[in-house]
Every structure is written in structure tokens, then in C-alpha cells.
């Protein structure tokens, strides 16, 4: 859809990274306010900071997740990596900063910030907003939260415990913006799917099929174990890979870490960019190698690694097709292509399910 289609059915709009320098940026914000848009969500990621393609939009709210090792082929250090994410929370980018304590790097930053701050968390009592009670099964995840404002119990239909920190963070981010607590609370706990995020594909299947961004080792750590509990004794079935074009120290512990939750690693392609993708699947595959434990298979072809991994799928058994998320489209050098992974995984289940 364009931004004018988007603004005609939505009086809030979201935004992935920020792809296009930011006189593109300020236009599409202009478009929006023209069409009535009147609050807009916006992820800027540290390479769009350090590209300078936010410079000259100011943000109500600013919020912090987490820091974890990643595009360190770009930034080169945490520090680094930790002082280009820093420099968006200041007077001068953001009216309020909001910021997750649960990470070290979020309680370091939320010392430093100049700039009204509040701060949220899912185990210590000294943050603003705190998740108490939570209570996560493997379909749903329920919590109260506490706020100077009150609390509220919030219940999530999205799959995932990391589901309730991810929750908070956006709960305390419209309460700072003034939103009423409850109606907050009522948002976050109608929201039924994340598309690319731990997102269940249903095609008439006994076992459980998903689509997850995990892209680093951080969300392997977080997402693998959950998965695994899905399994009720079966087996867990990962399609990894790795991007072309970004850090690629990162690809071998991607391998290793998925061969070390997974009882079987089917490791292909995912948009190699202007790389070689047999040698960043040589990446992958080494560290998956490293732990004797699991099954691994090479599998170029994304759409035969779906089928593989779906055709071995038993009643008790999760399919994870990690790496790609909610991304479409996927470049072997000159040539780019579109690719869906929940369509490509629909259709897998459909076709070896016949």
C-alpha cells in the first residue's frame, strides 16, 4: 500500500527502519499529517543514526530495548555500537526517553540521559513501570503492571515470554505520551500476531509451524528455549541462514547456537546480497557442526529448505524458519527477488502434506 492508502484506513501509522534519507523521511511524515495521520511509530536503527537519516525529526518518545552483539561489522565495538543508540536520547532528538533497565546497557543509559526519562522492567522494583505476576504459558502471557499512574493487569495473545518485556516497553512509552493506562493496557492485550514475530503459520498441519526474525545470537538465547517447549517431546526443526552484507562474525555462533537447541538445523539461503552464499552458508554450517547433537543439512534453495524441513515434521514436532521475519524481498547480487516466508511455509505444509 502507499502512505496515502495507509493514512486513509489508519489514524496511526508504523514505519520500519529508516531506509531513505531524511528530506524522504520528513515528506513521508508530511503525507501522513495531510491524511490525518496523527501518531506514527517509527523504528530507526543505529546505522539510520549514524547515516544521519534522522537528522530533523524530533520524536515525542524515544525507547530502548536492549543491546546485544550485533552489526558490529559496522560500529566495530559495543561501545560504539552503545554511543550511536545513545545519541538519540537527548533534548535535542526526543522529548522523553524510555528506557528498559532489564539490560545492563539500558541501566547505563538511563543514568546518562539528559532528557525526561522514565524507565520500565520485568525484575527489578526500582524502574517507573514494572511487570509483575507474569505468568507465560506457551500460547499466551499475562502480567500486571505497575505505573505512577496506577496498574493494570494486561493479558498478551502473542506467542513468547519475551513477549512481556517487549509489552512493557511499548505500555510505558504510550502512558509517558499520556495515553490512560487502561485504555493502554486494552491495545497492547488486543494485539493478536506480530508479522515475522514468533508468527504461527496454520495450514491444517498436526505439528507447529513458525516464522521468527532471530537473526542474532540474543534471540536464539531468548526464542529457542520457548520453541522447544512448544514440542511436547517432538522435535524442533530450524531452517537457519544468514545475511549477506553484515557482520560476519556473527554467522558461525548463528550455527551453533541453533544446532544446540535443535534437533534438526536445515541451513539455507537467506539474501546474500553481494556475497558469495556458499561461503556464508560455510559459516553457518561450521558452527552447526560444532555440537554433535543435531541433524544438519545444507539446503541452498530457501523454498526446498521448507519443504525439507515440513516433510520431516511430525505430530509433535516445531518447524521454525528463522532469519527473515516479515522481509519480502532478497538480493543475489544484481538480481533481487520477491520471497514470503509464511507463504513459501504455507505452501510447504500444503504441498508435502499431500
Known amino acids: 500500500?502507499?502512505?496515502?492508502?495507509?493514512?486513509?484506513?489508519?489514524?496511526?501509522?508504523?514505519?520500519?527502519?529508516?531506509?531513505?534519507?531524511?528530506?524522504?523521511v520528513r515528506d513521508i511524515d508530511a503525507t501522513f499529517r495531510r491524511h490525518g495521520v496523527t501518531c506514527c511509530a517509527m523504528e530507526v536503527s543505529s546505522h539510520a543514526i549514524d547515516q544521519g537519516r534522522g537528522d530533523g525529526t524530533a520524536f515525542r518518545v524515544m525507547a530502548f530495548t536492549n543491546l546485544s552483539d550485533n552489526h558490529l561489522d559496522y560500529h566495530e565495538s559495543m561501545e560504539g555500537y552503545f554511543a550511536t543508540k545513545a545519541a538519540m536520547f537527548t533534548p535535542e532528538r526526543t522529548q522523553i526517553a524510555v528506557v528498559d533497565i532489564d539490560d545492563h546497557?539500558?541501566?547505563?543509559?538511563?543514568?546518562?540521559?539528559?532528557?525526561?526519562?522514565?524507565?520500565?522492567?520485568?525484575?527489578?522494583?526500582?524502574?517507573?513501570?514494572?511487570?509483575?505476576d507474569i505468568r507465560a504459558g506457551r500460547l499466551s502471557a499475562e502480567f500486571t503492571v505497575h505505573t505512577p499512574h496506577g496498574r493494570s493487569r494486561v493479558g498478551l495473545q502473542v506467542l513468547g515470554p519475551h513477549q512481556v518485556g517487549n509489552?512493557?516497553?511499548?505500555?510505558?512509552?504510550?502512558?509517558?505520551?499520556?495515553?490512560?493506562?487502561?485504555?493502554?493496557?486494552?491495545?497492547?492485550?488486543?494485539?493478536?500476531?506480530i508479522a515475522g514475530r514468533c508468527e504461527p503459520v496454520h495450514a491444517g498441519?498436526?505439528?507447529?509451524?513458525?516464522?521468527?526474525?532471530?537473526?542474532?545470537t540474543a534471540g536464539q538465547h531468548a526464542m529457542f528455549p520457548y520453541l522447544w517447549s512448544l514440542t511436547e517431546d517432538g522435535r524442533l526443526i530450524a531452517v537457519v541462514g544468514a545475511t549477506g552484507g553484515r557482520d560476519p562474525g556473527k554467522r558461525e555462533p548463528l550455527g551453533q547456537v541453533a544446532a544446540r537447541y535443535a534437533d534438526v538445523v536445515i541451513v539455507t539461503d537467506e539474501s546474500p546480497e553481494d556475497e558469495d552464499p556458499g561461503e556464508?552458508?560455510?559459516?553457518?554450517?561450521?558452527?552447526?557442526?560444532?555440537?554433535?547433537?543435531?541433524?544438519?543439512i545444507e539446503e541452498p534453495d530457501r523454498r526446498s529448505a521448507f519443504s525439507t524441513a515440513t516433510s520431516m515434521a511430525g505430530d509433535r514436532d516445531v518447524v521454525v524458519i528463522t532469519g527473515r521475519g516479515s522481509?519480502?524481498?532478497?538480493?543475489?547480487?544484481?538480481e533481487t527477488s520477491f520471497l514470503d516466508d509464511q507463504t513459501e511455509l504455507r505452501r510447504a505444509i500444503l504441498d508435502t502434506s499431500n
Open 1 to 24: 500500500m502507499t502512505v496515502a492508502q495507509i493514512a486513509d484506513h489508519l489514524d496511526t501509522a508504523i514505519l520500519g527502519d529508516l531506509t531513505a534519507g531524511s528530506t524522504v
Open 205 to 216: 498441519q498436526p505439528y507447529r509451524a513458525i516464522v521468527d526474525y532471530m537473526h542474532n
Open 280 to 296: 556464508i552458508r560455510a559459516s553457518v554450517l561450521r558452527g552447526a557442526h560444532r555440537e554433535a547433537s543435531a541433524v544438519v
Open 105 to 132: 546497557w539500558g541501566v547505563r543509559l538511563a543514568a546518562g540521559t539528559t532528557t525526561e526519562t522514565w524507565t520500565c522492567s520485568t525484575r527489578r522494583t526500582d524502574a517507573d513501570v514494572v511487570a509483575t
Open 167 to 193: 509489552a512493557l516497553l511499548a505500555l510505558t512509552a504510550v502512558v509517558a505520551d499520556g495515553v490512560d493506562l487502561a485504555a493502554a493496557a486494552e491495545g497492547v492485550s488486543s494485539v493478536t500476531g
Open 327 to 334: 522481509d519480502t524481498f532478497r538480493r543475489y547480487g544484481t
